[in-house]
């Protein structure tokens, strides 16, 4: 929806754009290699990259502490929000693989009319996102139009294989985290909620180690098959509806989303603290600038990096398990960088460096979106390249990028290059005052 924005924590927009920003750029490399900070861990370990994902689960959850603050105690009324936003961030990550419903490479039309109606597709989607119903379902007929026009012309048209697809995502463990986390919040208090989180962490790790998995000699975490989150994946999701490139496990299964939702409600707390009543008898739900908030942020994120570091002895770190010791050093990353961002922007007002980020934040969803189907046209489209043809990505990455430097710099040159492109197409957005809501 495109609405004028209220009054914001300028830090939080900061950090959101940040975070989404390298999301995009980690999943758009040229090719390979990429530099180790682009790379999440191969299992155990933590890089930059495995920062990204729970960063942006503890935005959302200073953002539920914000947005549903006024609804505590008057549950009707904040859970038709809830289920509204649930749904559409689940859909959202459901039409990254679903559009433009037919297999691309699979169906013999010619490039250039299966782009046109997939970019049909995506404009509607847009558009909907938009509220603007009568212009998105317009669009959606011409699309489907084009689809039964292939048909009509003879082209084997390849439909979506719903078979394999994919039931867990980014965007749907965001919607599964928001709704458990957004009904908690408005029924407990934060020491009840600590005290939540606590339990699921500890919980986690207990069945993560005592509970042995069937058909297997050994459970190990070290073992990508032999653990009970990937075998509750194969069991519950089946091999194939989880992530394809996992084969035996999906980082975004069934059981690691328990402590996922624990790195929301981390920052549900970290939001009730940023909105908490102050001395001066000002009321709570105002942003009011306070060093004690700043150094708040980063003593706690000290004690749990600590904590978290401490527990990787006993429990390894892992992004695709998001095992409780990874919850919590990367919740102490998260507080440390929004008391980062808080200590620059809102107490010092020194923003002008923040200003592309500002932009990537005001539209997060929607970047994250629309550039996963610009990067899975870049893939599909076909182009020639002497007697044959690449995808239009290669022939970018060959013919510029690769024609100026080693490929490990061209990988990362288009990634920055990529990233640039949408920070100019966000602008455009924000420069009309354009903010998508979901």
């Known amino acids: 929806m495109c609405e004028e924005r209220p009054k914001r924590l300028i830090s939080l927009d900061v950090f959101r754009g940040i975070t989404i920003a390298g999301m995009v750029l980690v999943n758009n490399p040229g090719t390979s290699p990429t530099y180790w900070p682009l790379e999440h861990a191969e299992w155990h370990g933590l890089t930059p990259t495995d920062w990204i994902?729970?960063?942006f689960l503890f935005i959302v959850g200073v953002s539920i502490s914000i947005s549903l603050g006024k609804a505590k105690g008057t549950s009707e009324k904040g859970y038709g929000k809830i289920l509204r936003r649930t749904v559409v961030i689940y859909l959202l990550g459901a039409s990254i693989s679903i559009l433009p419903f037919f297999q691309f490479q699979a169906t013999d039309a010619p490039d250039w009319l299966k782009l046109a109606i997939w970019l049909t597709?995506?404009?509607s989607l847009f558009l909907l996102l938009l509220r603007k119903f009568v212009l998105s379902g317009v669009l959606c007929g011409i699309g489907l139009l084009g689809i039964a026009g292939m048909n009509l012309a003879g082209y084997n048209v390849v439909s979506y294989d719903y078979s394999t697809f994919r039931i867990a995502g980014v965007l749907q463990r965001i919607a599964a985290c928001y709704l458990v986390t957004a009904i908690i919040f408005l029924h407990t208090t934060w020491k009840?909620?600590?005290s939540i989180s606590a339990a699921i962490l500890l919980a986690y790790w207990a069945a993560m180690t005592l509970i042995p998995v069937p058909g297997c000699e050994v459970t190990s975490l070290n073992d990508k098959a032999c653990n009970l989150a990937a075998y509750l994946d194969r069991l519950i999701l089946t091999e194939n509806h989880i992530w394809r490139y996992g084969k035996v496990?999906?980082?975004?299964?069934?059981l690691s989303t328990l402590p996922a939702i624990?790195?929301?409600i981390s920052g549900v707390l970290a939001g009730t603290w940023l909105l908490r009543r102050r001395d001066d008898g000002g009321e709570s739900g105002t942003f009011a600038a306070s060093y004690e908030k700043a150094a708040g942020m980063f003593f706690f994120g000290a004690v749990l990096l600590a904590l978290g570091l401490i527990w990787n002895s006993w429990l390894p770190m892992?992004?695709?398990?998001w095992t409780s010791s990874y919850v919590l050093a990367t919740t102490a990353l998260a507080l440390t960088f929004l008391g980062c961002c808080y200590w620059l922007i809102d107490l010092k007002g020194i923003r002008r460096w923040a200003w592309p980020f500002e932009v990537f934040g005001a539209n997060a969803i929607a970047l994250f979106v629309f550039s996963g189907f610009f990067a899975r046209m870049m893939n599909g489209y076909r182009v020639a390249d002497g007697e044959k043809t690449i995808s239009l990505h290669?022939?970018?990455m060959k013919n510029v990028f690769l024609s100026i430097a080693q490929?490990?710099?061209?990988?990362?040159?288009?990634?920055?290059?990529?990233?640039?492109?949408?920070?100019?197409l966000m602008w455009l957005l924000y420069r009309k005052s354009i903010y998508i809501k979901v």
Do not use: H, R
């Open 407 to 424: 490929p490990i710099d061209a990988s990362w040159m288009y990634a920055v290059s990529f990233i640039l492109l949408w920070l100019f």
């Open 192 to 194: 009840q909620q600590l």
């Open 262 to 264: 624990v790195s929301t």
């Open 318 to 321: 892992n992004k695709a398990l």
């Open 53 to 55: 994902f729970p960063f």
């Open 249 to 254: 496990y999906d980082p975004e299964g069934i």
């Open 121 to 123: 597709f995506c404009a």
């Open 394 to 396: 290669g022939w970018v």
